[in-house]
């Protein structure tokens, strides 16, 4: 239902762009976003996006430097992350929120997602 891609190795201060195919029940979600999980750390919310108006919200660690969209059906979301950091090093996974939830309360408690596809690791080294 949520099928993530786009990950690889990447030097510091580079970009990347991960995608997401949105099938399924999830189309009909209220949010879908990206967390993040590096080995021994908890989830982190990266970015979400709200299927009824398109605003996005960010983790404050990645605001500025990451862009999160959708296509016009929403059959597809993209996160796009540049000037990229060791410590953004990690397996990020496209989920939907459940019926109800906000972007910005997703960010936070990202363990409220519940719903999410095999991740896609980013590896952020020289």
């Known amino acids: 239902q949520l099928q993530a891609s786009g990950g690889g190795l990447v030097q510091p201060g580079g970009s990347l762009t991960l995608s997401c195919v949105v099938s399924g029940f999830t189309l009909n979600r209220p949010a879908v976003g990206w967390f993040r999980q590096a080995p021994g750390k908890e989830r982190e919310g990266v970015a979400c996006i709200s299927r009824h108006s398109g605003s996005t919200s960010y983790a404050d660690s990645v605001k500025g430097r990451a862009t999160m969209s959708s296509t016009n059906d929403k059959k597809a979301v993209f996160l796009e992350m540049d000037a990229l950091k060791p410590e953004d090093t990690a397996v990020y996974y496209c989920?939907?929120?459940?019926?109800?939830?906000?972007?910005?309360?997703?960010?936070?408690?990202?363990?409220?997602?519940?719903?999410w596809g095999q991740g896609t690791l980013v590896t952020v080294s020289s």
């Open positions: 989920a939907a929120g459940p019926n109800g939830a906000h972007c910005p309360w997703l960010i936070r408690y990202p363990y409220a997602f519940d719903s």
